[in-house]
């Protein structure tokens, strides 16, 4: 399965996003989930196609890159203390403030539409993302997340 307890933090602390990115690739590089290359590879793609999704109640973003820089799949979950501003998606001159970071770590490329569908699935459903930023540990977090992502 490709979300677990043990991938979801809370309360992360970053000042922008590339350190949320940073910190989210070195959790990856440690577990064993992700290549050296990962990290700088997710940083390249952020700029070059941001993740930024504008949604209610609370932004997210859903970074992720090239299958080559994986080991093994995963979604990695951050929730930040305080949001941080990533380019939105579909529209980059454009800042959102996410507070929730969705990280998909994919290693077949024709996985990637259907996961990043159930993310914004995830993320257009009201009740469900208050429910997240109601949750008060990573239990809840993750029965709220593996709804969507299975």
């Known amino acids: 399965k490709l979300i677990e307890l043990d ?22 590089l440690e577990k ?8 700088d590879a997710l940083l390249e793609r952020e700029e070059l196609s941001p993740t930024g999704l504008p949604v209610e109640p609370v932004s997210i973003a859903i970074p992720h890159t090239d299958p080559c820089h994986v080991i093994r799949p995963c979604v990695i979950v951050l929730k930040l203390k305080q949001p941080v501003r990533f380019k939105e998606m579909a529209n980059p001159e454009h800042m959102v403030d996410a507070a929730w970071i969705f990280g998909l770590v994919f290693d077949d490329g024709n996985k990637q539409l259907p996961l990043l569908a159930s993310v914004i699935e995830l ?23 593996k709804r969507y992502i299975s």
């Not at 064993?32 to 990290?39: A, C, L, R, W």
């Open 32 to 39: 064993g989930y992700v290549k050296d290359s990962y990290t």
């Open 123 to 145: 993320a257009q459903d009201e009740t469900a993302m208050n429910g997240l930023m109601d949750a008060e540990d990573k239990e809840e977090v993750y029965a709220v997340v």
């Open 7 to 28: 991938n979801i933090y809370l309360d992360i602390e970053a000042s922008d996003y590339k350190e949320v990115l940073q910190i989210m690739g070195g959790i990856l």
